[in-house]
């Protein structure tokens, strides 16, 4: 599927309102990402987008991506070593499935939603809001491209 394209089909005002839900409810960070370029090893792709967007700089490390290849029909989890030392890697493929079955169907909003949700409850088990305090946002929770 050609990116544009894909990027119609989402509802980037659902996607980021469950960015700001799982990031109230924690003190972690999540992204989403599309990428334009085709896509052989995603998970590399995904590694060098994570870098790209400072998402290593959070101050727990605790940052997770969804990378997109609509092109290559692939996309990537992947989380922080803050929150992979929690989670394992079964965690990241178990939320992978979980948004491949809606990602098939086309519904590509659910898919993501999805993701962001479960990464979302990780983040909030691991990495919970301390009392009142005030949350930094360190990171935008816009829906990024190239």
Aim: net charge negative.
């Amino acid at each position: 599927m050609q990116t544009n394209a894909f990027l119609k089909t989402l509802d980037n005002d659902r996607i980021v309102a469950a960015i700001l839900d799982a990031e109230y409810r924690s003190r972690g960070e999540i992204r989403v990402h599309v990428t334009n370029q085709s896509i052989a090893e995603v998970e590399a792709a995904a590694r060098a987008q994570f870098e790209k967007l400072d998402m290593t700089k959070t101050a727990l490390r605790n940052g997770v991506l969804i990378y997109v290849a609509p092109r290559s029909q692939r996309f990537a989890v992947i989380g922080d070593a803050g929150i992979h030392e929690r989670c394992g890697p079964t965690f990241w493929a178990d939320i992978a499935a979980a948004m491949e079955a809606d990602f098939r169907a086309g519904r590509f909003t659910d898919g993501i939603v999805k993701g962001v949700q479960q990464a979302g409850e990780a983040l909030a088990r691991y990495f919970p809001r301390a009392g009142q305090t005030q949350d930094v946002n360190e990171l935008p929770d816009d829906v990024t491209e190239d």
